[in-house]
């Protein structure tokens, strides 16, 4: 039994062997159909290529126009170029109509007319160039040219010159008693009030206008000197005026 079943694995592995060695063979074969395909194909490509449109419509349709789907010669109009190609080549008008010279005459004429005609629309359909540049700059509101730099000379220039002269300085405040557009003077001067008097039906009231005063902020009244409103002269002496006080605050 033990030899017989040896001899049937020897069988077996004879026959994968067999098959091995015949697939090996095969396939040098594969490979050389394989570098040969592409060529073929190739070749395939360059003879399947079609001519250009309007040689080929010239040589199939010599009276037609494919454009309008339209024989000129016996001026019949069809819904497809097949149905076209078909009529020029088995129609009996077609070829009655081509025994007769005034008609071959005139339908080439008309080809001729419609080859120019489509030449000439397709001529026009060219694209034209779009100036973008120019767009951008008319949408953001440059110049056609760019501003020239400033050069060395005109910065040492105004080096020279130095800086511009500062702004005088502003008029001051108009007291409110000799301010005659205030209100509350004008107010007054209508009830009998005249400058110099004092207020009251006897003049013996106040004469001199109460001066406003601002108070520092954060305390009550009374808390600390008072700033006088009228006595503003500038940034600089508002400064001095602070940091005096500040000093003065710390004795």
């Keep these: 039994m033990q030899g017989k079943k040896v001899f049937g694995n020897i069988n077996k592995w004879n026959n994968a062997q067999g098959e091995l060695s015949g697939k090996k063979q095969q396939e040098p074969s594969a490979q050389a159909t394989a570098t040969v395909a592409p060529a073929s194909s190739n070749l395939d490509i360059v003879a399947s290529k079609p001519a250009e449109p309007s040689t080929a419509a010239a040589e199939e349709l010599p009276y037609g126009d494919p ?19 078909k009529h020029s080549n088995q129609s009996d008008l077609h070829k009655t109509n081509l025994s007769k010279p005034e008609l071959v005459e005139s339908a080439k004429a008309k080809v001729e007319a419609a080859r120019q005609t489509q030449a000439s629309a397709n001529a026009g359909e060219k694209p034209k160039y779009r100036d973008r540049a120019a767009e951008r700059r008319v949408a953001l509101r440059q110049p056609d040219h760019p501003m020239p730099e400033p050069s060395q000379s005109d910065k040492k220039r105004k080096w020279a010159e130095g800086p511009p002269p500062a702004a005088p300085p502003p008029a001051p405040p108009v007291q409110p008693a000799k301010d005659d557009t205030n209100v509350g003077n004008k107010l007054l001067k209508k009830m009998g009030w005249s400058e110099g008097v004092g207020l009251g039906a006897g003049g013996e009231g106040r004469v001199n206008p109460v001066e406003t005063a601002i108070y ?21 002496e508002m400064a001095k005026d602070s940091a005096r006080d500040r000093y003065n605050s710390t004795q």
């Design 67 to 85: 454009a309008a789907m339209t024989c000129l010669l016996c001026s019949r109009q069809f819904k497809t170029v097949d149905m076209l190609k």
């Design 216 to 236: 520092e902020q954060g305390v009550g009244i009374g808390a600390s000197k008072a700033k006088e409103v009228t006595n503003f002269q500038g940034y600089r």
